[in-house]
């Protein structure tokens, strides 16, 4: 009896010890435990030993990348749910199979959406200042005061899993829904909301907008000045998805204007560094990229990397496959 030899998967950062230890029982796994980062040329460097890569959205996969893969690398494994971290056309091209981890972190991202929502509309982070650096000292009537989200309109950009997930949370909230996608779902997906075929004809309706699609070509700075202009005075933009959709400049000039009355931001353009702008303002409550970042959803998520490449080197199709076998 032969036995089949394991697949070589290089892991490029360190994952929840729960998938680390499948990894090394089912696989002829590299975990990388101290979480080095490990820079393009050396993970290409490194790929020549293996069949197969687990990256994150921390490890840009372009096209430089992927062009210098080995011809072993056959799957591209990534924990997350997004892939603008990741060159498929180049990866189809190359025949490298690439799959994702969607459903699993759908809940936990809708629920910052909200927490995002309700940081940025009720003043989370002045309230959270007043009473830490002991200046909660007048009570008053009048003062301070946040905006009220019971009652108000929400749109959301994005209609996908975790849009559809946040519609749900928003409805206990008695907000009233639109939505603008590529596409309108099915009216059981759409928790009632109002859908809009396009972004401009539904900013105008959004007391609240929620950032809640993929970062794509289309997709990327799309909310712009052009578009902030046409929320309503005293929105509140709040961001759960990619940074690269929203210009930090034009977010930033409609903070300062009063345009906007708050936003919340858990994705930045270029995170962990972002633009020192936000850094002034008391009505921008911040995350540092939490969506996903519960002890569960970050096991279930390693969980459905993994399954997605035992299936790829056992000749199945994974179940989460975006390109390729
Ligand atoms: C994803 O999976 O794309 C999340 O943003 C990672 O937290």
Redo the contacts with the bound molecule.
């Keep these: 009896m032969t036995t089949m030899a394991k697949a070589r998967i290089l892991v490029t950062r360190h994952l929840p010890p729960e998938v680390e230890s499948r990894l090394d029982r089912d696989f002829a796994a590299s975990l990388n435990v101290s979480d080095r980062i490990m820079s393009t040329a050396e993970i290409a460097e490194k790929s020549k030993a293996f069949d197969g890569l687990l990256i994150t ?1 921390m490890d840009p996969c372009r096209k430089e990348l992927i062009d210098a893969l080995p011809a072993s690398i056959r799957m591209i494994a990534t924990f ?3 892939t603008d971290h990741i060159d498929i056309p180049a990866a189809r091209a190359k025949g490298i199979a690439v799959a994702n ?1 969607p459903d699993v ?1 759908t809940d936990a991202t809708a629920d910052i959406a909200l927490l995002l929502i309700l940081g940025a509309a009720r003043g989370a982070i002045w309230g959270d200042r007043m009473v830490r650096e002991n200046k909660w000292l007048a009570p008053s009537p009048t003062f301070p005061l946040g905006h009220d989200v019971s009652g108000r309109r929400l749109g959301i950009y994005g209609m996908g899993r975790i849009g559809q997930a946040v519609a749900k949370r928003a409805t206990a909230f008695g907000m009233t829904l639109h939505y603008h996608n590529r596409k309108p779902v099915t009216a059981d997906l759409s928790h009632g909301a109002t859908y809009h075929p396009a972004l401009d004809g539904m900013l105008p309706h959004c007391d609240f907008l929620s950032v809640n699609c993929a970062s794509t070509a289309e997709t990327r700075d799309s909310i712009n000045a052009r578009a902030i202009g046409l929320l309503p005075d005293g929105a509140i933009v709040v961001n759960s998805a990619r940074g690269d959709i929203v210009n930090d400049e034009a977010l930033i000039a409609a903070l300062k204007s009063g345009k906007l009355a708050a936003a919340g931001l858990d994705v930045f353009k270029g995170e962990p560094s972002i633009n020192p702008g936000y850094r002034k303002f008391d009505n921008v409550f911040m995350l540092p ?1 939490l ?2 970042a519960t002890k569960n959803t970050r096991i279930a998520m390693g969980m459905r990397a993994v399954d997605n490449l035992a299936a790829f080197f056992k000749g199945e199709r994974p179940r989460d496959l975006l390109t390729g076998a």
């Design positions: 959205p997350s749910v997004g981890t972190l990229h969506g996903s």
